[in-house]
């Protein structure tokens, strides 16, 4: 009976162990954001606001929070693009997108970036992205794009950032190319 309880409380502890270290609780390195979606790219960042509804409880204001415009940085706060709505504000569960590219319309690097929200009365929201370039191969590899999936805060409005087809946390792609190089 006590080797049971024994092998029970090593297996509990083995099993807590592994969701520990699979919970991306690891130390995030300096000028990383604690957490991003991550997308390959070329990809469309598709991302919205999320209004929850202890928020007008809290804020005390019936009012419908609407969307003024939205931009993209990157982490020292410089302005990539931008898409406002100063003549007609939209309601905040408009989905907004981003096609990866700057003002000028051409197509930023690999590294990290901060989605902004601007909103009529709630203020400013943002989360963060990571754009990665995708593994140029010659054969059958995998590929993996990993995210460090955001807590959602209570009671305060939040970005969520969305790939398509909603891919998990971690996904893997197999490409097959046709030839060597890049395109």
Sequence with gaps: MRQALLLAVACVGLVGFGVWGDCNCTPVQSGVPGCYTAFWTGETVSFRLVV????????????????????????????VTQDLFPEVPLGHWYVMAWDERDSSCRPV????????????????????????????????AP?????????????????????????????????????????
């Design 109 to 140: 690097p690999a590294g990290y970036y901060r989605a902004v929200v601007m909103t009529d009365s709630a203020g400013e929201f943002s989360s963060h992205v990571r754009i990665v370039e995708r593994p140029c191969v010659c054969s059958l």
């Design 143 to 183: 590929a993996s794009l990993c995210s460090r999936v955001c807590r959602a805060p209570c009671g305060t409005p939040y970005v969520v950032i969305e790939r398509d087809g909603g891919s998990p946390p971690c996904s893997f792609s197999i490409s097959v190319q046709i030839g060597c190089g890049c395109p």
């Design 52 to 79: 929850p509804g202890e928020y007008f409880g809290r804020a005390g204001s019936s009012q419908a929070v609407l969307l003024v415009g939205w931009r993209i940085e990157t982490l020292d706060g410089a302005l």
